[in-house]
T-cell receptor, first 114, second 111 residues
């Protein structure tokens, strides 16, 4: 089973709201990722967690705050977003954050910021 | 630096036609290479991978061979179906775990 689940599927929020995206995997993977994908563009890496510790932050604005409470869960907390943050947010996981480890993606959360 | 270049789309084919989507890369060292597919409104699905030179990845009739000498990883399928219509992404994996994607190629298959 290579399933990564994400909730919610769709999210609409105002610029003053606080919301969270959730990602879960039960494959025993120790690396988890957040990507942002704008329409008709490839995914762009935001964060990498390895063994529940943040290992890469691709200079993401502080209005995005990741959290990895345990090895199966990854959250992305959203606060004071801008309309240009509207995108598909993809979570992925892999066995390790290594050079040969396949990343498996979830279905994504489509975020609209009004 | 590391980068991936894919042929621009959209690619429009008739059912049962032969498919080639070109992908070339620039990288330090020998990264693993991947093809992902994205159907409308969905996340990315792994299509195939290759981890070293001359490896051939294959899945669901799709194939790609890791060519170090030409720094290429072209995707091929002998006979496409309407259900293959999607966006295809070529990607390389850096040692940090960061996937570097090409721009994506949209494939439209007409009956």
């Amino acid at each position: 089973d290579t399933e990564v689940t994400q909730t919610p599927k769709h999210l609409v929020m105002g610029m003053t709201n606080k919301k969270s995206l959730k990602c879960e995997q039960h494959m025993g993977h120790r690396a988890m990722y957040w990507y942002k994908q704008k329409a008709k563009k490839p995914p762009e890496l935001m964060f990498v967690y390895s063994y529940e510790k943040l290992s890469i932050n691709e200079s993401v604005p502080s209005r995005f705050s990741p959290e990895c409470p345990n090895s199966s869960l990854l959250n992305l907390h959203l606060h004071a977003l801008q309309p240009e943050d509207s995108a598909l947010y993809l979570c992925a996981s892999s066995r390790l954050a290594g050079t040969t480890d396949t990343q498996y993606f979830g279905p994504g959360t489509r975020l609209t910021v009004l | 630096g590391n980068s991936v270049t894919q042929m621009e789309g959209p690619v429009t084919l008739s059912e049962e036609a032969f498919l080639t989507i070109n992908c070339t890369y620039t990288a330090t060292g020998y990264p693993s290479l991947f093809w992902y597919v994205q159907y409308p409104g969905e996340g990315l699905q792994l299509l195939l991978k290759a981890t070293k030179a001359d490896d051939k990845g294959s899945n669901k009739g799709f194939e790609a061979t890791y060519r170090k000498e030409t720094t290429s990883f072209h995707l091929e399928k002998g006979s496409v179906q309407v259900s293959d219509s999607a966006v295809y992404f070529c990607a390389l994996l850096r040692a940090t775990g960061k996937l570097i994607f090409g721009q994506g190629t949209t494939l439209q298959v007409k009956p």
